[in-house]
């Protein structure tokens, strides 16, 4: 009989993390209703992140069904949370063809307007075909907060990958 090397195990488990953490972030849908105005997309700061920064550890796969699963726990037409998350990888894709020297910044900088861009078309979407209406003030609130908080993950998703992945770009 074989034996399964504790090693390999640990090193997947570990390169692993983003995935782990994506779907934990659409079965755990934090609603922190006592604090009003705070709300942020996690998920939406993981994929792009991931998506710009190291493609394979978040397949294209997974991060439609975690937007499926999102809609299930959401309320939300499905397919919705996925088509988010697929356009996401699409600007993520588009920026990591076009720069030439990575800037964290300017990561910052086209999250804010990626997010910007996909919340539009997703509020659209719901507000046309399905006649879903959202509220502003929590759709702004949710986009400003998601937009500050990147720069922290994205520092710790860069240390994380700089001691666990040992790369660095």
């Not at 975690?66 to 990888?89: E, H, K, M, Q, R």
């Amino acid at each position: 009989m074989s034996e399964f090397p504790k090693e390999n195990i640990i090193k997947n488990l570990i390169r692993s993390v983003p995935l782990i953490l994506l779907f934990i972030s659409v079965f755990n849908e934090i609603d922190l209703n006592y604090l009003e105005i705070f709300s942020l997309n996690f998920s939406f700061i993981l994929i792009f992140f991931w998506s710009l920064r190291k493609t394979e550890l978040l397949g294209y796969g997974y991060i439609f069904l975690a937007g499926l699963i999102n809609d299930v726990v959401t309320g939300f037409p499905i397919g919705i949370s996925s088509f988010n998350y697929l356009l996401i990888c699409g600007f993520a894709a588009y920026l990591k063809t076009i720069t030439l020297r990575p800037s964290m910044i300017k990561d910052w900088f086209f999250f804010l307007f990626t997010i910007l861009v996909v919340n539009s078309l997703s509020y659209g979407v719901l507000n046309i075909f399905f006649s879903i209406d959202l509220n502003y003030k929590n759709l702004f609130f949710n986009i400003f907060f998601t937009f500050i908080f990147y720069i922290i993950f994205a520092n710790l998703f860069f240390i994380y990958q700089q001691k666990y992945l040992k790369e660095s770009n």
